[in-house]
Nanobody
Framework: QVTLVESGGGLVQPGGSLRLSCAAS????????MRWYRQAPGKERELVAG????????NYAGSVKGRFTIGRDNAKNTVYLQMNSLKPEDTAVYYC?????????WGQGTQVTVSS
């Protein structure tokens, strides 16, 4: 059974930091590219960051570049998203995604709220 479980979300003040984690099981984690998406109320889900299967390549949405860092630990089957200098517009549900060819798995999401 494939599972992706996100954690680390919460309420943070503008300018603060959070680190999201996504623990994967039930598939060959090291063979999959991993991505973080987010969806704010009333908006479409958008890609935030991605990392290749062995971690050599990363990419970021322009709105988070320089503030967010994606990383993975294939020994722990876990992908991370370090979020710094958070802004109110970063408020959203953040989803972990595993992708390989035509296969795609999703986590249940974790809420991030940036507010004073």
């Amino acid at each position: 059974q494939v599972t992706l479980v996100e954690s680390g979300g919460g309420l943070v003040q503008p300018g603060g930091s959070l680190r999201l984690s996504c623990a994967a099981s039930g598939f060959s984690f090291s063979s999959y590219a991993m991505r973080w998406y987010r969806q704010a109320p009333g908006k479409e889900r958008e890609l935030v960051a991605g990392i290749s299967s062995i971690g050599g390549t990363t990419n970021y949405a322009g709105s988070v570049k320089g503030r967010f860092t994606i990383g993975r630990d294939n020994a722990k089957n876990t992908v991370y998203l370090q979020m710094n200098s958070l802004k109110p517009e970063d408020t959203a549900v953040y989803y972990c995604n595993a992708y390989r060819g035509g296969l795609m798995y999703w986590g249940q999401g974790t809420q991030v709220t940036v507010s004073s």
